[in-house]
Structure formats: C-alpha cells, structure tokens
C-alpha cells in the first residue's frame, strides 16, 4: 500500500503556470510507472503525463510542449511542472503510481487529487 498526497493546485490566469506535487509514504523506487491525470467537471479522467521507472516520459498532446512531470526519488516525490496554462486545462489533477506484483499482477494507487482552475 502507499498513500499519495497532491498539493500545489490553485487558481492562476491564462498563460500563468503551476508546480503540482505527490508525495507517497514511501520510496516512489517501488513502482514502475508514475502518472498524471486530470478530470474536468463532467468529463472522464484523462491520461496526462507519464514517466517510466527508467526515466523515459511521456505525455498527452494537451500537454506536449506545455508540462514537464519529474522526480526527486529523495524526496518520494512525483511533480508536473504546467506552463501556459490555459481555462481548457482546468480540472482535478491526479497522479497515480503503479507497481508489478510477483504474478505479474499490476496494481494502481491514487492520490485525492488538487484542483487547478485557469480563469481570468
């Protein structure tokens, strides 16, 4: 089990940007896949940015260009740096981590989310 806590949400402006964070309550090196989400007001959740254990990433085209997710494995800490915000972007952003059992099972875990709003 981990527990993950988002923070770093907030209201900006149009063009403004956002530092979002995820903590876990252990050592992020336990899971082989970090990811972010969002999910806007009657929409469904949406893959935003992912990196992979070795470091390799990837990212939604919402979000190519504009948003960069890192790690700091000393800290146990996922981020999503966002640029240029705009209103479109606005929802509960999510990140999610993911770890292979012995069987080959994987297993999902989420954090409860922060909300980013982009309004002038």
């Known amino acids: 089990q981990v527990q993950l806590v988002e923070s770093g949400g907030g209201l900006v402006q149009p063009g403004g940007s956002l530092s979002l964070s995820c903590v876990a309550s252990r050592s992020i090196s336990d899971f082989y896949y970090m990811q972010w989400f969002r999910q806007a007001p009657g929409k469904q959740r949406e893959y935003v940015a992912g990196?992979?254990?070795?470091?390799?990433?990837n990212y939604a085209d919402s979000a190519k260009g504009r948003f960069t997710i890192s790690r700091d494995n000393t800290k146990n800490t996922i981020y999503l740096q966002m640029n240029n915000l705009q209103p479109e972007d606005t929802a509960v952003y999510y990140c999610?981590?993911?770890?292979?059992?012995?069987?080959?099972?994987?297993?999902?875990?989420w954090g409860q989310g922060t909300q980013v709003t982009v309004s002038s």
């Open positions: 990196m992979l254990g070795g470091d390799s990433t």
């Open positions: 999610n981590v993911r770890k292979r059992g012995p069987s080959g099972r994987t297993y999902d875990y």
